[in-house]
DNA sequence: TTGTACGCGTTATCAA
DNA sequence: TTGATAACGCGTACAA
């Protein structure tokens, strides 16, 4: 590998020179300038990023947290969309990311979790689905150790944006929709995420406004965004509810393929507009948002913080939907 | 951020020495270990692998090039599975990675790909579904610019791995069986993956050798392993055949799905074991493979060819099965 | 307009 | 067993 050294004895020019012609300075000459990118060109050199990093004294590099969860063997393609939409925006923005899965941070202490990422020169994270069970991360965010930018948790604060659906009122449409369709439903099961999700915690303070505005009886049970609890708890409770709304698409799912081999109806809505949901041919109302652009929002986001900006809430919108086959495989 | 200066300030020794300590270097008395590790511990210090990657000369990392297709708004679940894989071997060998998409490579020259790809310390690659049409990547193989593992793709020379099933045989069994479970059968419809692919080729070639044992009618169209395509595929010349063998089981969904719309039956096969075959609720024969350990197999024969072993051909298991949702969703 | 010299944080060599 | 000191490749004040 040709070093600027190398160019800067084939142009026989300083190899300062050289670097002011790479890093587009004013006041060199024409005739230096060619001279120089004809040696670069001809040694084919690469400046060594590792040297230009240790030279800038810049390590920004993005840290992105998913929660993937091995629970079925279907990889959750929300994870997929959010990382895509990251992988696209370092691209534009030149900015490298690493990925890591959260629960590789269950096993550490919250410093070690700091210095492992400190070794890797990351310097902000974006935390996608955080669980408040995940201690560690919270405090990490709390001491604003790393710019972060959190996709889905409301925490905010000088060094930490964060970008959400409002998942309060999302949740409150989709299940009032779904309930007014069905006007003599009076009993609802609602499955709700993990208990340690914020998100959780939103939608099912939705659920329970809305019971109190249409004065329902209802039934809570957390499936943990599992579409095999969801469905485990189809089997124990929807014979005694009448209507079910879920916190998830895949819960839901998982829900209505229970039901239709318990042989029984019930209404169903889920919550997120996967594309998953069009190849199972289920209609039922959604919440579709865009987990692609929510993430290349929380991209954009971080370049805000690193750029000086203060964290600040973003809100992204939804729209209620079902979710066709035929809308999914059309481009 | 403390340097290993400071640490050799508040230990009282030279940074060499801080630097041996941290190093596991023998000829360290007990005594200055401790001091060294004291002062560590207390300034929460981390050193910096910019500084330490230079010093080294060490740039290994490694690069993961997908074939993502936005053809439709559902992301190939297969590439997901690719890149955990690799993700999860990364941690495990605490060696780099970056994600690329192939695509951004179509509009570069073989040598900005080159350059493009060292200025970012990338001098190994893993290359998932590469195809023949992609041809500054394939120079690059040939010129063995890099260390490369192939996942699909049967080529190997010196610094070159491939890592596969065997496609001829995997497309000849599922098809074979196929057919011979409907035994009046006569007209095949082959739908092709896409024309510039290595797997195409072969699968290709399985289900010609077929042709020739068993004596049908063979048509052969190319769907670009885009259910789409193959939606169209199945309008047009479903009619004409009496039984479909598709080269991925996303087409396969794709043509039960439109069969179902023109209410005919056909019998289709697929080919990779995809979960989302689970949700269609189609049973189907198809060639089950586990991309997650084909990318971790990847990733332990590149570490292999930075180990100084030669390239050579890794074939990985298969197996005939349907793909069951309640085999999907339990873990 | 160009070149010299130093710093970035490490590792590695060689004296001491 | 330890400590100067020279790389590593690049950016950049500052001097020329």
């Given at each position: 590998m040709a070093s600027i050294n190398d160019v800067a004895r084939k142009a026989g020019v300083a190899k300062s020179t050289v670097s002011k012609v790479l890093n587009n300075y004013?006041?060199?000459s024409e005739e230096t300038k060619a001279k120089v990118e004809a040696a670069v060109l001809e040694l084919g050199y690469v400046p060594n990023s590792v040297a230009v990093s240790l030279s800038r004294k810049e390590f920004n590099r993005v840290g992105l947290i998913v929660d993937i969860?091995?629970?079925?063997?279907?990889?959750?393609e929300i994870d997929m969309q959010y990382l895509t939409g990251a992988f696209e925006m370092s691209k534009e923005y030149q900015i490298e990311v690493v990925t890591f899965f959260s629960?590789?941070?269950?096993?550490?202490?919250a410093k070690q979790v700091v210095s492992y990422l400190k070794a890797q020169r990351i310097n902000c994270l974006i935390i996608y689905?955080?669980?408040?069970?995940n201690q560690n991360l919270v405090k990490l965010i709390e001491k604003q150790e790393f710019y972060c930018v959190l996709v889905d948790s409301p925490i905010v604060n000088e060094k930490t944006s964060s970008v959400s659906i409002d998942h309060f009122t999302a949740q409150y449409d989709v299940a009032k929709k779904t309930i007014e369709e069905n006007e003599y439903k009076r009993k609802v099961l609602y499955i709700a995420g993990g208990k340690g999700s914020y998100i959780t915690d939103q939608r099912l303070a939705a659920i329970k406004k809305l019971k109190d505005e249409l004065h329902f009886e209802l039934i809570v049970k957390y499936g943990d965004f599992n579409e095999f609890k969801a469905r485990e708890i189809i089997f124990k409770w929807a014979e005694k509810a009448d209507i079910i709304v879920c916190a998830s698409d895949m819960m839901a799912i998982g829900a209505v393929f229970a039901l239709t081999e318990m042989d029984i109806f019930r209404p169903v809505c889920g919550f997120?507009?996967?594309?998953l949901m069009g190849y199972t041919k289920i209609a039922m109302n959604t919440i579709r948002q865009n987990f692609f652009e929510k993430s290349k929002r929380a991209f954009y986001e971080l370049k805000k913080l690193l750029d000086g900006e203060k964290g600040q809430h973003i809100e992204m919108p939804y729209e209620i939907c079902r979710v066709d086959y035929i809308d999914v495989i059309q481009k």
């Open positions: 004013q006041l060199v969860r091995h629970n079925s063997q279907f990889i959750d629960s590789q941070f269950d096993s550490m202490t689905n955080l669980s408040i069970e997120d507009g996967i594309p």
